[in-house]
């Protein structure tokens, strides 16, 4: 028989408790990494959405924006103000999910950054603005509208349409450069105040005309500084800084879709890889399982045939059954062994008991009576018969002495004995 290895095998029980853990647990990483999977997706969306957030407030900042230059009403500026803190807000949001993918933020600080930078030149623009006026009474356009308010007070008072007319002139290259924003107009109104300043003589003109002079020009500056077209000043800064952010989002964008086709190309590939691995363990694990099922049952069954076999008569051995595994079946072969040696050691027995009978029958037959039977059996049946035919053999050997010594005094002559009959 196969020695026992008790410690490297497992029962039947064990075996199946064994492949369901194994199926379970193998259901429990399909659930967990589809979990993840769909945690990773989720996230990913919203930071696509988050993107499309930053998009739709960067547009409302170009509103506001537009808005304060073309109205100068500060309502427009506050408006700007509280969708950059919603601008910064959803940058930074944007930020916690892309850390928690494990995505870099490098795009999105970059984005801050550019949009710092953004709210930084709107503001100079707005103060710029501010400076030259947002109203026709205020700034700088105030201070302008109350010098060329003397002029014109002057040469009216003074009844002297030729500077009036001058004057008239002047403030029609002023409302050119207003509307144009062109240079060339505040080149020929400084040239003609400058002309019309040497022609007067009168002292307090001159200085009216020099107030006006001062206002418009440093008006003009203020314009150039602000910018006098989208291509000169701060507003060329900020087209040129919104470019950069409108080409950061891009990118942002760009970058999460191309980590969303990746993520979804890695988990798909990884959830068929991981579902492929734990069918094929699982069938392995069938496999295996269900052949060493199988072959202690066919083991089973081959020693129960020939255990049968030897009963019948149809085999002069028997094997013990194979015991050697640590599962139910080889529990029921040991049960059965012990019953095999035990009925084994009684058919050796009997036969060695019968063929006892048979010896002594012959000597019997050979006219040998005083033979007995000496083997014996746990039969008790065949026990029985050998004690009956042992007791016959005795009694017969008796009576046939008896016969004999009968008989031999009946050769001499002696005709007085008898046959004891008594035992018959």
Same mark, same amino acid.
């Given at each position: 028989?196969?020695?026992?290895?008790?410690?490297?095998?497992?029962? $039947?029980?064990?075996?199946?408790?064994?492949?369901?853990?194994?199926?379970?647990?193998?259901?429990?990483?399909?659930?967990?990494?589809?979990?993840?999977?769909?945690?990773?997706? =989720?996230?990913?969306?919203?930071?696509?959405?988050?993107?499309?957030?930053?998009?739709?407030?960067?547009?409302?900042?170009?509103?506001?924006?537009?808005?304060?230059?073309?109205?100068?009403?500060?309502?427009?500026?506050?408006?700007?103000?509280?969708?950059?803190?919603?601008?910064?807000?959803?940058?930074?949001?944007?930020?916690?999910?892309?850390?928690?993918?494990?995505?870099?933020?490098?795009?999105?600080?970059?984005?801050?950054?550019?949009?710092? @930078?953004?709210?930084?030149?709107?503001?100079?623009?707005?103060?710029?603005?501010?400076?030259?006026?947002?109203?026709?009474?205020?700034?700088?356009?105030?201070?302008?509208?109350?010098?060329?308010?003397?002029?014109? #007070?002057?040469?009216?008072?003074?009844?002297?349409?030729?500077?009036?007319?001058?004057?008239?002139?002047?403030?029609?290259? #002023?409302?050119?450069?207003?509307?144009?924003?062109?240079?060339?107009?505040?080149?020929?109104?400084?040239?003609?105040?400058?002309?019309?300043?040497?022609?007067?003589?009168?002292?307090?003109?001159?200085?009216?005309?020099?107030?006006?002079?001062?206002?418009?020009?440093?008006?003009?500056?203020?314009?150039?500084?602000?910018?006098?077209?989208?291509?000169?000043?701060?507003?060329?800064?900020? =087209?040129?800084?919104?470019?950069?952010? #409108?080409?950061?989002?891009?990118?942002?964008?760009?970058?999460?879709?191309?980590?969303?086709?990746?993520?979804?190309?890695?988990?798909?590939?990884?959830?068929?890889?991981?579902?492929?691995? $734990?069918?094929?363990?699982?069938?392995?694990?069938?496999?295996?399982?269900?052949?060493?099922?199988? @072959?202690?049952?066919?083991?089973?069954?081959?020693?129960?045939?020939?255990?049968?076999?030897?009963?019948?008569?149809?085999?002069?051995?028997?094997?013990?059954?194979?015991?050697?595994?640590?599962?139910?079946?080889?529990?029921?072969?040991?049960?059965?062994?012990?019953?095999?040696?035990?009925?084994?050691?009684? $058919? #050796?027995?009997?036969?060695?008991?019968?063929?006892?009978?048979?010896?002594?029958?012959?000597?019997?037959?050979?006219?040998?009576?005083?033979?007995?039977?000496?083997?014996?059996?746990?039969?008790?049946?065949?026990?029985?018969?050998?004690?009956? $035919?042992?007791?016959?053999?005795?009694?017969?050997?008796?009576?046939?002495?008896?016969?004999?010594?009968?008989?031999?005094?009946?050769? @001499?002559?002696?005709?007085?004995?008898?046959?004891?009959?008594?035992?018959?």
């Amino acid at each position: 028989m196969i020695p026992h290895q008790k410690g490297l095998q497992m029962s $039947i029980k064990q075996k199946l408790v064994l492949l369901s853990t194994s199926v379970l647990l193998g259901l429990i990483a399909l659930f967990i990494l589809n979990n993840y999977s769909q945690n990773q997706m =989720r996230e990913l969306v919203k930071a696509q959405k988050s993107v499309e957030v930053l998009k739709t407030v960067q547009t409302q900042l170009r509103k506001n924006e537009k808005d304060f230059l073309a109205r100068k009403d500060e309502k427009y500026l506050n408006d700007f103000q509280n969708n950059f803190k919603s601008l910064q807000n959803s940058a930074n949001s944007l930020k916690d999910i892309l850390k928690k993918v494990d995505i870099s933020t490098e795009y999105t600080n970059d984005f801050l950054e550019i949009s710092n @930078n953004y709210n930084d030149i709107f503001t100079q623009i707005a103060n710029t603005q501010k400076q030259i006026g947002l109203t026709h009474t205020d700034g700088l356009y105030g201070n302008l509208r109350k010098s060329v308010h003397n002029v014109q #007070e002057f040469a009216k008072n003074a009844g002297d349409f030729e500077l009036l007319a001058l004057v008239y002139e002047l403030r029609k290259e #002023e409302k050119d450069f207003m509307l144009r924003l062109d240079e060339k107009y505040s080149t020929r109104f400084e040239k003609k105040i400058d002309l019309l300043t040497t022609m007067s003589i009168n002292q307090e003109i001159k200085t009216y005309l020099n107030q006006y002079k001062t206002a418009f020009l440093q008006l003009v500056e203020k314009e150039k500084v602000k910018g006098l077209n989208e291509k000169s000043g701060l507003l060329e800064n900020l =087209r040129k800084t919104i470019y950069k952010t #409108e080409n950061s989002l891009n990118n942002m964008e760009k970058n999460i879709s191309a980590h969303i086709v990746k993520a979804e190309s890695f988990l798909n590939t990884f959830l068929i890889i991981l579902t492929l691995v $734990i069918i094929v363990v699982l069938m392995i694990s069938f496999y295996f399982i269900a052949k060493s099922i199988t @072959n202690s049952i066919n083991r089973f069954q081959e020693g129960l045939i020939g255990f049968f076999k030897y009963l019948n008569n149809e085999t002069k051995d028997v094997k013990l059954l194979d015991d050697s595994k640590n599962d139910e079946i080889s529990n029921m072969s040991k049960l059965i062994n012990k019953n095999i040696e035990k009925t084994k050691n009684n $058919i #050796e027995e009997d036969k060695a008991l019968i063929l006892d009978v048979t010896q002594v029958a012959t000597k019997i037959k050979e006219g040998h009576l005083n033979k007995q039977i000496t083997a014996s059996t746990s039969n008790e049946s065949l026990n029985a018969l050998k004690d009956v $035919i042992n007791e016959m053999l005795v009694g017969l050997n008796k009576n046939i002495s008896s016969i004999s010594t009968v008989l031999k005094e009946f050769s @001499n002559y002696k005709f007085t004995s008898k046959v004891d009959s008594s035992g018959v």
